[in-house]
C-alpha cells in the first residue's frame, strides 16, 4: 500500500509539472511575441477596386539576440506579405507590408500570415488582416504618390473615381487627416447607373519635411458603406530649414512695423541673399557671413498687402547654387479708416 502511494504521487507529481512548463512557456511566448510583434491585426475597412492599400506590421527584435524570419505564409491570396529583412539585427526594427489585392479580389476578405522565425529560437506568430472590397467603385490610378516635393512649394496631383450601380449614388465631400493636404472634388460625367468624379489633391507650402503616408476620406451617399479611403504619399525634402515655418500677425495696421524672430538652418555654411515677402517691405541685418545657422530678428511692413494674407516669405542663399526656403505668413491687414467731421 505505501508504494502504491508513493507511486501515485510521483505520477500526480511528474503529470503536473508538464502542465506548469506548457502554461510557463505559452506565457512566455505570448510576452515575447507582443514585445517584437506590437500589432498583430488590421482592418482595412472598405476599399475600392483597384485602391493601393497597405499595411506596415512592426517588428521590433528585443530578444537581445539577432533574428532570422524563415518565411511568412498567407492564407489567402487576397493578401501579398512583403518583409523589409529577413533578418533583423538585436534592438533592429523592420516590417511587415501586408498587400491587400484589391484589383484581383471583391468582397469581404480576410487573410492570417503566419511569420515563422528559426533564429535565435523556433516560432510562429500570426498576424491578421480583413477588409472589404467593393465591386462598384474604381480608383484610377490606386493612389495619388507624389515623389519628391521641395519643401516650400505646392504639389497637386489626383485621381478619378469610376461608379457603376445605383443612378443616385454621389460623392458628397472628401476630407484629409493633415491640414497640409487639400483635397478637392467634382463630377465630370453621369449617366445610367454610372459616375465619373474627378479628385484634386495639393499638398500645401507649409507641409512638413520627411516622408508622409496618409490617406483622404471620401465621403458618398451610400448609407451601408459611405466612407472610402484613398492612399497619398510623398517626400518632402529640403537643404534649408526655416523655424517657425508659419507665421501669424493678426490684425496688423497699414505701416505698421512688425518684428519676427527666424532660425535658418542648412546642411553647409551658407550665406543669405535675400528675404522676401510679397506685399511687404523686409529689413534684416545682413552681414553675408557664411554659417549653418542664421538667427534673425526681421522687421515687417505692410506695403502693398491689405485685407487678409496668406503669402510666402521666401529665403534666398548667396552663392552660384542658390537655394530657396519659405514660411507662410498670414495677417489680416486692415484699411486706414478715415474720420468724417460733423
Known sequence: MARLNTFLICFVSMACVPASVVLTTTVAHAD??????????????????ASKTEFKFPIRNTTGRDMHIREVRASCGCTTPILSSNYIP????????????????????????????????????QLKVDGYIRSDMVFHPGSVEFGTINQGEAKTGGTKIYYAGRSDWQVVDIRANQSWLIPQFKQIERGPGKATYELTIAVREDAPAGTFQDEVIVQTNDRSMPRVPLRVSGNVVTSLNISPKSIAFGTVKPDQELVQRLVITGREPFAIASIKCPGWNVEFDNNGAEKKIHVLSIKMTPDSARGAQRSALTIETAGEKSITAKAILTADVISEQVVVAR
Open 90 to 125: 538585436a534592438g533592429g526594427e523592420g516590417y511587415l507590408l501586408a498587400r491587400f489585392n484589391t484589383p484581383t479580389f471583391r468582397g469581404k476578405k480576410g487573410a492570417t500570415l503566419t511569420v515563422v522565425i528559426d533564429q535565435p529560437f523556433y516560432s510562429e506568430v
Open 32 to 49: 515575447w511575441s507582443d514585445a517584437v510583434f506590437p500589432v498583430k491585426s488590421h482592418s482595412f475597412g472598405t476599399v475600392a477596386v
